[in-house]
């Protein structure tokens, strides 16, 4: 918790660290400046532990002092002054124990905690000090430094440190290090099968009873291309060595970069046990696709993939992932107006900082995933070789009797529960508190398959927590059965290294590559992200059967996604893809949304089977099954989210957007209807229930635009109020739009819509101004009482896009890019594309020839410089084909470009080189707008007699 906030709490502490010193400087083997560099570094640490603890309890007793009128000084500052003088004494934090009665006696126990462990750990240095000199660049000499806090605290305080020598470093861990000798032995073994010059490898250990010293790993950038080329290949040896042996938890802090090296530098959690998802109430589709992901290779930890939790929503925490620039905003408790007597807790946002798991100060990890992939596919094989000689299960007899750790609830959980914890209503209150914890471990569990339900567990772990430790499980592969916390026991007698070698040999090999594959998505943020920087080759330009070509590679496309699909018994469906939500990108079974979820896959598969009955499309048997289970499973997830939202615990609203969110299940419905999928009743009756959640989303929403916010919500509404002739959408839409006039930032540029996300702002369609200023005109042509002040801040927004052209690169600013690197963007998302399909539709709507001129000048844009990347809708050709095919209808098209050749073009591509994701140009996804599933929908609208309409803006009418 930042800020100058230091009332002093020597009562507390001081004592403690008295004895620490007396013990400290009777230790034999230690020196007196080396017992006081240990004293004065556990006080340090004490320091801030204790602080972050009961910073919020005397923050309350300062403002209730100043409010009391206790405080008499002239200034803020001097009543600060007064009360700081009042805070140090005895008396002060004795009279607090009738408020908070437990608070100095857990705050006892923690600070005596970690002097007793410091005490074992100056008592271990000494007593193993010359042996540290053989670990590589062991300590040698005097102690001159200790590093604190290099981890979460454990059991009774211990957490692990750095200790620096006057020439030096080594790790100590307050845990057994045999497993990390017994992973070393097993590169060591498989090491000469692997390329020269790839090594992985763990840090030298010394091992001891019940704890251990390791070789500190210094980090280091690689220094040429052939060494960063060795990395990535290292990190695919990881990926399929640890999907042997059950590796999990391994986060970008437990991974170095020691140049061509990735350097696993905690491997405690080894043969995890593997505990089948949980029935979720969404079908067994989802949960058989969730346990294939949780089984697969992304259970390991080192592939990106983004936080749940509250404090971590939508962060990357991998070995390989956590990229500069591609993680999110966080915010961190701060004191605000600290020195004075108002000060206050507020919160701050911070950009998380850099670490050591990366080989690069700017890593590309899409330039080396095929090195990634081709590590992962060398090692598999020769494992698997080993496995059909017999020698496999050999390897890993040594890890039977060594401990490791079994982590059952996430840390980012434990510690958003141990602050609460330390509430001031928990320390008022705390049998209420402990209550409260225990149940939402307990509900936890009901989610999270293997977390500890047994109340004795629970009440232990929220012991841990109650003296700001961490609860730690641990066992042997060779017994399975956890000891946990406070001398419990969980879970049954298992032999974890025959459970790793059965889910080794049961594995899904297609599935693990393709995961791999898919992750990558994970570590970029936004929808508009582009994985290559070379261009596909411009395809021959063939005339001939351009009907029968366009067929046949819809109905491969079509093919595709039935095979692709996970099937349950219930009739239920869905795919693993990587899928973008308001927290960024995830691998995991599609989600409820337009852009790359189940609905816009419905929309997709209902427009195949609409046009195939057209005589359009060639027949694909089982597609219409495909789709029919599709919808049932779509159905039965918005009536088990309805239940959950009448009976359950209040959860955080969904987002309203138009493409993520409540917002584009709207228009999906009517848009099913449209295409003769549902009938008129039940779509109606779909949108409008899920419109009733749209004030509650709109509330909560943070980022206003046309893909996840309020802007996307706005056209829906309008459809829906047009087609059920109830005013109470329009009026929802219209408090929508009242609320855009609010949030606007407007200057002598126009109006643009900061966000957390984007303080600065952005343009273009999808999180930008282009695209909340279509909603605001749309919603003035619908004739509403605000329609004129709608109108205006509509084309103010058109006037700061206008700003953004840059007539020497003829075309929009990206603002997500800094000043120092200035870019123009022509896709949908981001550019050029998206705005021009916005001028198109103003064009058709008011006729004014302004919009001809920047529907002209997009097209040239996205024809020029958005083609041959991919061939998604989001940012790719077949999006490019809409507003380029737009452009030559009203004759400002890019000159010679024709319809004909247009779709010659794309065929032609797609004929070349298949489908190509923009996202992970070998990993499949379904989804409409980065997927297959939008190239087909568009492939669909090529036939010059089709009625489908455009995707391409949230409007099912468009």
């Known amino acids: 918790m930042a800020g100058d906030f230091d009332p002093s709490l020597d009562f507390l502490t001081a004592p403690a660290l008295a004895g620490l010193s007396a013990t400290l400087g009777s230790i034999p083997g230690l020196t007196e400046a080396e017992a006081r560099l240990i004293c004065r570094r556990t006080a340090e640490a004490l320091e801030e532990t204790v602080r972050l603890k009961v910073n919020r309890v005397l923050l309350l007793e300062l403002n209730a002092a100043r409010i009391s009128g206790r405080l008499t000084a002239e200034t803020p500052q001097l009543r600060w002054q007064e009360w700081k003088a009042t805070a140090a004494t005895p008396e002060f934090w004795l009279s607090l124990t009738g408020h908070y009665p437990t608070m100095l006696s857990r705050l006892g126990t923690l600070i005596d905690n970690r002097c007793a462990a410091a005490v074992e750990l100056a008592r271990r240095f000494a007593a193993d000090r010359a042996a540290l000199t053989t670990l590589p660049g062991g300590l040698r000499g005097e102690l001159v430094g200790v590093d604190f806090g290099a981890g979460d605290s454990h059991r009774g305080g211990h957490s692990v440190a750095v200790l620096h020598g006057s020439q030096g470093k080594v790790v100590y861990k307050p845990r057994s290090l045999a497993v990390d000798e017994a992973l070393a032995r097993l590169i060591d073994r498989l090491a000469p099968q692997l390329p020269a010059g790839s090594r992985i490898r763990v840090p030298d250990v010394l091992i001891r009873q019940g704890y251990g010293w390791a070789e500190h790993i210094q980090h280091r950038y690689c220094a040429d291309e052939t060494e960063l080329r060795s990395f990535y290949r290292g990190v695919g040896h990881w990926l399929a060595l640890m999907r042997l042996i059950g590796g999990s938890d391994l986060h970008m802090e437990n991974l170095i970069a020691a140049g061509p090296a990735p350097v696993v530098v905690d491997c405690e959690t080894l043969f995890t046990p593997h505990v089948p998802a949980k029935p979720s109430g969404y079908g067994n589709a989802v949960d058989q696709a969730t346990d294939l992901l949780s089984g697969s290779v992304l259970r390991t930890g080192l592939l990106p993939g983004r936080g749940v939790s509250l404090a971590w929503r939508g962060v990357d925490m991998s070995a390989v992932g956590g990229l500069p620039g591609q993680q999110p905003y966080t915010q961190v408790p701060v004191v605000v107006d600290a020195g004075t007597d108002v000060a206050r807790l507020g919160m701050e946002r911070v950009e998380l900082g850099a670490v050591s798991n990366h080989p690069s100060p700017d890593p590309i990890l899409v330039h080396y995933w095929d090195l990634v992939l081709s590590g992962f596919t060398e090692l598999v094989e020769h494992l698997d070789m080993l496995d059909r000689r017999g020698e496999l299960a050999g390897l890993l007899t040594d890890f039977a009797d060594r401990q490791i750790r079994v982590v059952l609830r996430a840390t980012e959980a434990y510690a958003e529960l141990a602050r609460m914890l330390w509430h001031p209503a928990s320390l008022h209150d705390e049998p209420t508190a402990r209550g409260k914890a225990a149940g939402l471990l307990a509900q936890h569990a009901e989610n999270l398959p293997g977390a500890p339900s047994n109340p004795e567990v629970i009440d232990a772990e929220v012991a841990e927590l109650l003296v700001g430790d961490i609860p730690f499980f641990a066992t042997t592969p060779a017994r399975g059965r956890l000891d946990g916390p406070g001398g419990t026991s969980y879970g049954d007698e298992q032999d974890l290294i025959a459970d790793a070698l059965r889910r080794w040999r049961d594995r899904d090999a297609a599935l693990d590559r393709e995961v791999i594959r898919s992750a990558l998505v994970s570590a970029y943020l936004n929808e508009g992200w582009m994985p290559a920087n070379k261009r596909m080759t411009v395809p021959l330009i063939r005339h001939q059967d351009l009907e029968r070509r366009r067929r046949r590679i819809t109905a491969g496309i079509a093919r595709s996604m039935l095979d692709t699909a996970v099937r349950g018994d219930d009739g239920t469906v869905t795919w693993t893809a990587p899928v973008l939500t308001s927290d960024g990108w995830f691998v995991q079974s599609l989600s409820p949304d337009v852009y790359g979820g189940a609905y816009g896959v419905a929309i997709t598969l209902a427009a195949y089977v609409s046009e195939t009955g057209q005589g359009r499309a060639d027949e694909v048997p089982g597609l219409d099954g495909l789709l029919a289970d599709l919808l049932h499973t779509i159905r039965l997830a918005e009536e088990r989210d309805a239940e959950a939202r009448r009976t359950g615990p209040r959860r955080r609203p969904a987002t309203p957007g138009g493409y993520v969110g409540i917002g584009s299940q709207i228009w999906s419905w009517l848009l099913l209807r449209r295409l003769g999928t549902v009938g008129s009743e039940e779509a109606v009756a779909r949108a409008g229930a899920l419109a009733g959640q749209l004030p509650e989303a709109v509330a909560a929403d943070g980022v206003y635009d046309l893909l996840t916010g309020m802007a996307g919500a706005i056209v829906p509404l309008l459809r829906l109020s047009e087609q059920t002739g109830d005013q109470q959408w329009s009026t929802q839409a219209d408090r929508i739009g009242e609320r855009l006039l609010s949030l606007a930032h407007i200057d002598d540029r126009g109006a643009r819509w900061p966000s957390t996300a984007f303080p600065q702002g952005l343009g273009g369609v999808s999180h930008g101004a282009t695209g909340i200023a279509w909603a605001l005109a749309r919603l003035a042509d619908s004739a509403t009482a605000g329609a004129a002040d709608f109108r205006a801040l509509a084309d103010r927004a058109f006037l700061y896009e206008e700003s953004l052209y840059d007539p020497a690169e003829k075309g929009w600013r990206d603002l997500r890019e800094t000043d120092d690197h200035r870019v123009t963007s022509s896709a949908w998302c981001h550019g050029a594309a998206g705005i021009g399909l916005v001028a198109a539709d103003r064009l058709a709507r008011e006729g004014d020839p302004r919009w001809a001129d920047v529907l002209r000048r997009a097209a040239a844009s996205s024809?020029?410089?958005?083609?041959?990347?991919?061939?998604?809708?989001?940012?790719?050709?077949?999006?490019?084909?809409?507003?380029?095919?737009?452009?030559?209808?009203?004759?400002?098209?890019?000159?010679?470009?024709?319809?004909?050749?247009?779709?010659?073009?794309?065929?032609?591509?797609?004929?070349?080189?298949?489908?190509?994701?923009?996202?992970?140009?070998?990993?499949?996804?379904?989804?409409?707008?980065?997927?297959?599933?939008?190239?087909?929908?568009?492939?669909?609208?090529?036939?010059?007699?089709?009625?489908?309409?455009s995707i391409l803006l949230p409007d099912p009418e468009n």
């Open 863 to 949: 024809w020029s410089r958005g083609i041959g990347w991919n061939h998604t809708l989001c940012h790719g050709d077949l999006g490019t084909w809409e507003i380029v095919r737009r452009a030559i209808d009203v004759g400002v098209g890019p000159e010679e470009l024709t319809p004909e050749y247009l779709a010659a073009y794309m065929i032609g591509s797609m004929d070349e080189h298949g489908p190509v994701s923009g996202l992970s140009r070998d990993a499949f996804s379904p989804g409409l707008m980065p997927g297959v599933g939008g190239m087909l929908y568009q492939l669909l609208r090529l036939h010059p007699d089709t009625s489908l309409p």
